[in-house]
């Protein structure tokens, strides 16, 4: 997909690198707001809850929308990049960190907490978050070694600008998902 003609680019290349772009912006932005959300809840105990007959110990933050808004745009980026990016065999990095990178970061959330409360440890989220840790952490051992035995140094090499210009997509993405939940919280 980043290949370059030695003429000049074609208008799809073109196409599918900002699509990239956007892709990998969108991604780290919702991941973020997923990842600081489910920071908020488990600083205020691990559950929250609105209304209803029941009394609520812990009243949802106003934010708490984020949760559903992030999760279903994170699975919609998902759907997109695995059906059209990856199915044309143009596996990039997004592709292959964006499972390992929801799972290894969530699975943090819960271990960094198994440990933060007043008991020794909070068993249920240390559980999760060994669970989270193995479903991001098998795929990106499988994803790097296949990745780097199917590209070589030259290759990377060669598609280092494409590999920074996603990186850096991804470090705005995660820049606006602070200043975003900041606002909203």
């Given at each position: 997909?980043?290949?370059?003609?030695?003429?000049?680019?074609?208008?799809?290349?073109?196409?599918?690198?900002?699509?990239?772009?956007?892709?990998?912006?969108?991604?780290?932005?919702?991941?973020?707001?997923?990842?600081?959300?489910?920071?908020?809840?488990?600083?205020?105990?691990?559950?929250?809850?609105?209304?209803?007959?029941?009394?609520?110990?812990?009243?949802?933050p106003s934010w708490v929308?984020?949760?559903?808004?992030?999760?279903?745009?994170?699975?919609?980026?998902?759907?997109?990049?695995?059906?059209?990016?990856?199915?044309?065999?143009?596996?990039?990095?997004?592709?292959?960190?964006?499972?390992?990178?929801?799972?290894?970061?969530?699975?943090?959330?819960?271990?960094?907490?198994?440990?933060?409360?007043?008991?020794?440890?909070?068993?249920?989220?240390?559980?999760?978050?060994?669970?989270?840790?193995?479903?991001?952490?098998?795929?990106?051992?499988?994803?790097?070694?296949?990745?780097?035995?199917?590209?070589?140094?030259?290759?990377?090499?060669?598609?280092?600008?494409?590999?920074?210009?996603?990186?850096?997509?991804?470090?705005?993405?995660?820049?606006?998902?602070?200043l975003f939940f900041g606002?909203?919280?």
């Amino acid at each position: 997909m980043w290949e370059q003609s030695a003429v000049e680019p074609d208008r799809t290349s073109q196409q599918s690198a900002w699509v990239v772009v956007l892709i990998s912006l969108l991604f780290a932005f919702f991941l973020t707001c997923l990842f600081l959300a489910m920071r908020g809840v488990l600083d205020l105990g691990g559950f929250v809850a609105r209304g209803g007959p029941y009394e609520i110990a812990h009243e949802a933050p106003s934010w708490v929308w984020i949760f559903p808004v992030s999760i279903v745009s994170i699975v919609l980026i998902f759907f997109f990049l695995f059906m059209t990016l990856g199915r044309r065999g143009n596996a990039d990095l997004l592709v292959l960190l964006a499972w390992p990178a929801l799972f290894l970061s969530l699975g943090w959330n819960f271990l960094e907490y198994s440990f933060a409360g007043p008991q020794t440890v909070a068993w249920g989220w240390l559980v999760c978050g060994v669970v989270f840790v193995l479903m991001g952490g098998a795929p990106l051992v499988i994803f790097a070694r296949a990745f780097f035995r199917k590209s070589g140094a030259e290759e990377i090499r060669d598609n280092a600008r494409n590999i920074a210009l996603e990186l850096s997509d991804v470090a705005a993405g995660i820049v606006c998902g602070y200043l975003f939940f900041g606002v909203i919280q």
